[in-house]
């Protein structure tokens, strides 16, 4: 008999808590950051994805850069700039390969730390948010 006055007295409570809870301009503006923060990450992480693209189809250049017959006196590779192709010696293609991994490699690293912040700043405002309206708000993503 207890629990089932616990439980009416219960779903009493759970009604009451899920009254509406008004939101204020304060709120409003953390649920438009969110969304926000939510949106450039979105945008960064096709960027990352991008970046690591470009990075393997390198890494693979390279290694086949590396089987390549150094012994012959005049050895020539196509580089691609933009929509160009160049003819350059192995050395210098390797030297050029090498520069563009390394950019690639501190881009990566870059977008990497910008989306750590924003993943950062989007955990505090849901515990903001969760706090404040509970259930009646959905920030998962």
Known sequence: M???LQR???SKEDENAGQ???????DQD???RFSRLHQRRLILDEELKTKNKEKEELDDL????ELADEDEKVHLERYRIGDAFF???LEQAQEMLGTATSRI???TTVLEDKI???KDQMTELKVDLYARFGKQINLEV
């Not at 509406?20 to 304060?26: A, G, K, Q, Y």
Request: hydrophobic letters at 40%.
């Open 87 to 89: 003819h350059l010696e």
């Open 2 to 4: 207890a629990s089932l």
């Open 8 to 10: 009416r007295m219960l």
């Open 30 to 32: 953390k649920i438009n």
């Open 116 to 118: 750590s912040s924003i």
């Open 62 to 65: 390279a290694t086949e850069l």
């Open 20 to 26: 509406e809870v008004e939101v204020r301009r304060e």
């Open 105 to 107: 490699e501190e881009d």
